[in-house]
């Protein structure tokens, strides 16, 4: 009897250590990396680069071709996006919007333009939460609800990118999104502009962009911003000049399977 006492909780510590061994790490992660200058690309040190690696997840490309990725994050509307279209759509650039639930709430005609001219809609989750502070099976409701809202008002059926709510992360909501069928996308390119009080004109702008960018840039701007929108046509134009040919995630997508086919599973 008492050899069949001690044989149990020996057997429930064991079986307690593998779990807590192979656990996900919930710990969150506030994203962030050394800035690019000099067109030298941004590092976030080689721990996230495996970590996003391990997920299919990723905030940089190539820095052999001078290829740019331009991003947006729509919260909400104040008035720009139409602006910030238009510039695209004259220059021929693609560019992917990240939005919320509130954003295709109020702005479901802006958000249908940016599907109609070939631009791609990312998840942005629906409330704009932390992420790691909710449980798996909200993170899969507040994906799902983005989904479903953005096909009923573009007919775009596919979703498969996300950036998460306040740049905040970690390996567990990244397993979470690539098992819903998503791919993080970061960005290795932003400045404060989101502070809508705090605009200081289109060259600030424009030099934060430029001091920064890099081959490969993933590029982060708001639409809130006033700054954003008065800078883009000039931004693109002159990196256009530079060099820099502006593609879309797809384009991305597509040359990293190519050689790691991880990506986007």
């Avoid at 109020?106 to 990312?122: P, T």
């Amino acid at each position: 009897m008492k050899k069949g006492i001690l044989i149990f909780p020996i057997l429930f510590l064991m079986v307690f250590h593998a779990a807590t061994t192979h656990a996900i790490s919930n710990q969150p992660i506030h994203w962030g990396f050394k800035k690019g200058s000099n067109e030298k690309q941004a590092d976030a040190g080689a721990r996230y680069d495996s970590l996003l690696e391990k997920y299919g997840a990723f905030y940089k490309g190539s820095s052999d071709e001078k290829i740019l990725y331009l991003t947006f994050d729509n919260g909400y509307e104040n008035g720009y996006t139409a602006k910030i279209l238009d510039v695209l759509k004259k220059e021929k650039v693609p560019a992917a919007f990240f939005v919320t639930g509130h954003y295709l709430d109020s702005a479901s005609d802006l958000a249908k333009r940016m599907a109609d001219e070939g631009h791609i809609i990312g998840n942005h989750s629906w409330s704009h939460p932390d992420m790691t502070q909710i449980s798996d099976e909200k993170i899969r409701a507040e994906l799902a609800k983005v989904k479903e809202a953005t096909e009923k008002i573009t007919g775009q059926a596919n979703m498969q990118y996300l950036r998460p709510p306040r740049g905040i992360l970690s390996e567990r909501t990244l397993k979470v999104a690539q098992d819903a069928g998503y791919v993080h996308v970061l960005w290795s390119l932003a400045f404060k502009d989101w502070q809508i009080n705090q605009q200081k004109g289109w060259k600030y702008a424009y030099d934060n962009i430029m001091a920064q960018v890099h081959p490969g840039a993933v590029m982060l701007l708001h639409t809130v911003s006033k700054d954003n929108a008065d800078a883009l046509e000039k931004v693109i134009q002159d990196l256009k000049k530079r060099g820099y040919v502006f593609k879309s995630l797809d384009d991305y997508m597509m040359k990293e399977k190519v050689k790691n086919p991880i990506i986007g599973q």
